[in-house]
Nanobody
Framework: QVQLVESEGGLVQAGGSLRLSCAAS????????VAWFRQPPGKEREFVAE????????NYADSGKGRFTISRDNVNNTLSLQMNNLKPEDTAVYYC??????????????????WGQGTQVTVSA
């Protein structure tokens, strides 16, 4: 079992930066693939980025490539998302998610079975 708690999001102007963090508890976190998803207002939840248990492999949605960086700390059981050059279309509720221990990367979306409560990120024009 893994419990995930996101840090507070925030309001930022377009072109600005924001770093999201997610604190995890549970013994299997360091063997899980972890990811960030987001749900823009009025839209379906969408994938943002994911990182393998070893932190060697990462995968990004096209929307965040070159602007977002996902990282993890398996000693302190944390996951982060550094977001630069933010755009109004990045406005969404952001969720961290984790799989059960898995060694195939990338996992399928339905392998993400642990979810945080979500945190609001608003980017003003």
């Amino acid at each position: 079992q893994v419990q995930l708690v996101e840090s507070e999001g925030g309001l930022v102007q377009a072109g600005g930066s924001l770093r999201l963090s997610c604190a995890a508890s549970g013994r299997t976190f360091r063997r899980s693939t972890v990811a960030w998803f987001r749900q823009p207002p009025g839209k379906e939840r969408e994938f943002v980025a994911e990182i393998a248990w070893s932190a060697i492999s990462t995968n990004y949605a096209d929307s965040g490539k070159g602007r977002f960086t996902i990282s993890r700390d398996n000693v302190n059981n944390t996951l982060s998302l550094q977001m630069n050059n933010l755009k109004p279309e990045d406005t969404a509720v952001y969720y961290c998610a984790a799989t059960k221990p898995v060694y195939v990367f990338p996992p399928s979306v339905n392998e993400y079975v642990y979810w945080g409560q979500g945190t609001q990120v608003t980017v003003s024009a």
